[in-house]
């Protein structure tokens, strides 16, 4: 098998090269993306391919089920650098459809480490029980959840303190809701992108569950 994968990593290398003779000598140059993609590790949603985009195009980081908690430092880390030093313009908040880690959430099975993970999403089923409760059919309401999930973590990610002082500072920044069809290969749009502090309390104030 992994005889395969390098014999496939060399063959698509000599296709880049044929395709286009200098791609590898500029991408040894100054990364300089102006997307950050924060994705779930699903192996069937592959960031790049999704948007078309050749490496040194796409900053990514993924993590199950597509979280940007404030305590975790490996995504704050990643966003900093994007925001900070590479000055992305967009953040993207992909989640997908039939989400395996939003359904372990609060499925009611015990898995050990990512049940502490997966915690915010339980707090975001909790905090939206009445929607949820509401549609009858289980994968019409795991995908829903899949959709309040990301709207949190656009939420979480246009709150933090890199991008508020982005925002402070003139920085051109907009963080972007998607979900991820598996069976189509499109995205949706969730229309919960966020370009200032502004905009933010708007979202907070739509997305907040009422009584």
Known sequence: MLEDLKANNRAWAARKIADDPHFFQRLVGQQ???YLWIGCSDSRVPANEIVDLDPGELFVHRNVANLAPPQDANYLSVLQFAVDVIKVKHVMVVGHYGCGGVAAAVDGQRRGLVDHWLHPIRE?????????????????RLDRLCELNVVRQVRNVASDVFVQDA???????????????????LVNDLDVTVSDPSGLADLIERSTPQG
Do not use: F, N
């Not at 089923?125 to 994968?139: F, P, Y």
């Not at 925002?167 to 290969?185: E, K, M, P």
């Open 32 to 34: 300089a993306p102006e």
């Open 167 to 185: 925002w402070a500072r003139g920085q051109d920044l907009q963080v972007h809701g998607w979900v991820y069809a598996l069976d189509t290969g």
């Open 124 to 140: 975001v089923h909790h905090d939206h029980r009445h929607e949820l409760e509401a549609i009858g059919e289980d994968r019409a």
